[in-house]
């Protein structure tokens, strides 16, 4: 009888852990971007730049 309870929410849930994984990717673009972004200005400006993948392994994202 419980499992007929949830059947009703079960699309919702779906659709709510979608959202949230696409958020998630998006999230994760947006970091990726900035990073990278922030790279080639600091290229421009003639500074030493480490890669982002490198620089934010410390932090727990590898990027």
Same mark, same amino acid.
């Given at each position: 009888m419980a499992a007929d309870a949830y059947a009703g929410?079960?699309?919702v849930l779906e659709?709510? @852990?979608?959202?949230?994984a696409v958020t998630d990717g998006a /999230?994760?673009?947006v970091v @990726?971007?900035?990073a990278h972004l922030a790279d080639?200005? /600091?290229a421009r400006a003639g500074g030493n730049v480490a890669p982002a993948c490198r620089r934010n392994r410390a932090d727990g994202m590898n990027l």
């Open positions: 929410c079960r699309p659709r709510i @852990a979608h959202a949230r /999230r994760w673009f @990726a971007r900035s080639v200005e /600091r």
